[in-house]
C-alpha cells in the first residue's frame, strides 16, 4: 500500500548552510508520525517544506501519490495537507470565529464550514463560549487550541502540528496531547513535530529522530519510548 505521504532524500537549505541533509520517511493513512529531536534538528524546516513554504534543494515528496515539488503553498492545502505552525500565527485583533474561517478560505461549501466551524467549537468548548472575543485575548494554550481548530477548517487529509506543547502549562499540554488522540480516533493523520518527546512517542505509531538534518534513528513509538539511547538523549533519564 502506498503511503499518503512519502518524503525520499529531502534536502532544504538557507543559502550555504544545509538544515535538511537527505531524510526519507513515510506516513501512513490513520497513522500518527512524529519528528523528536533538539532545536536545530531540521525538524520545522522539514514540516515548512512539506507545506510549501520552503523549496528543497533535492529529494521528492509525494503526497497521496502526487509529487509536490512544483506545487504551490496554498495548491498543497486544497490537496489535503494542513500546518498548524510553531507559534501559533494566529491574528490577535480578528475574532477566535474568523479565525477559524480563514482557515475555509479555499473552499465554497457554505453549510459544511459551517459544521467545521461547529467541530472545532466541539473538539474546544472554550472557543465556542468566546467565538467572538479578539483572538489575542485568548492565553497561550487556548492560541493553541484556536492554530489546531483553523488548520482543520480546510478538511486536511494529514495534520501537521509543528510544537503544539511548547510554553504550555502541565495541564493545557494534556488537554492538547488529549485532543491530538482524540483527532487521531475521528480518522485524520497526523505529522507531529514536538519537544516533549515523551508526550509524542506515547501517541505516536511511528517516530523519527533528527539530529543536525539527519535521521539517525527511527521505530515505532513504544519502542523509541523504550530505546536506551532516546532515554537518555530526550527523556531525560540515566
Known amino acids: ?19 535538511v541533509k537527505g531524510i526519507s520517511f513515510s506516513v501512513e493513512a490513520g497513522q500518527i ?29 509525494r503526497f497521496n501519490g502526487k509529487s509536490l515539488k512544483k506545487v504551490p503553498a496554498h495548491q498543497i492545502v486544497s490537496m489535503g495537507l494542513a500546518h498548524s505552525p510553531e507559534g ?12 477559524l ?16 466551524v461547529q467541530r472545532a467549537y466541539d473538539l474546544f468548548p472554550i472557543l465556542g463560549e468566546r467565538r467572538k472575543q479578539a483572538a489575542g485575548t485568548l492565553s497561550g494554550g487556548e492560541q493553541q487550541m484556536l492554530a489546531m481548530g483553523r488548520a482543520l477548517m480546510s478538511r486536511p487529509k494529514l495534520l501537521m502540528l509543528d ?22 480516533a475521528q480518522g485524520t493523520t497526523i505529522l507531529l513535530v514536538e519537544q516533549n518527546a515523551q508526550a509524542a512517542l ?10 543536525v538534518g539527519n535521521i ?14 532516546v532515554r537518555k538523549a530526550y527523556l531525560g533519564e540515566d
Not at 202 to 211: F, I, P, Q, T, W
Not at 216 to 229: A, M, T
Open 202 to 211: 506515547s501517541l505516536a505509531d511511528r517516530g523519527y529522530v533528527m539530529e
Open 33 to 61: 508520525v512524529t519528528l523528536i529531536g533538539t532545536n536545530g534538528a531540521g525538524k520545522t524546516t522539514t514540516l515548512r517544506t512539506l507545506s510549501g513554504l520552503l523549496k528543497p534543494v533535492g529529494g521528492q515528496i
Open 101 to 116: 474561517l480563514l482557515g475555509a478560505f479555499l473552499r465554497k461549501d457554505k453549510s459544511g464550514i459551517e459544521q467545521d
Open 88 to 99: 501559533r500565527h494566529i491574528f490577535p485583533r480578528m475574532t477566535i470565529e474568523d479565525n
Open 1 to 19: 500500500m502506498t503511503a499518503l505521504l512519502e518524503v525520499e532524500d529531502l534536502r532544504v537549505a538557507y543559502g550555504k548552510i544545509q538544515a
Open 216 to 229: 539517525v534513528l527511527s521505530g515505532s513509538g513504544q519502542e523509541l519510548l523504550h530505546d536506551e539511547s
Open 163 to 184: 510544537e503544539p506543547s511548547m510554553g504550555l502549562s502541565p495541564l493545557m499540554m494534556q488537554k492538547i496531547m488529549a485532543t491530538i488522540a482524540e483527532l487521531k
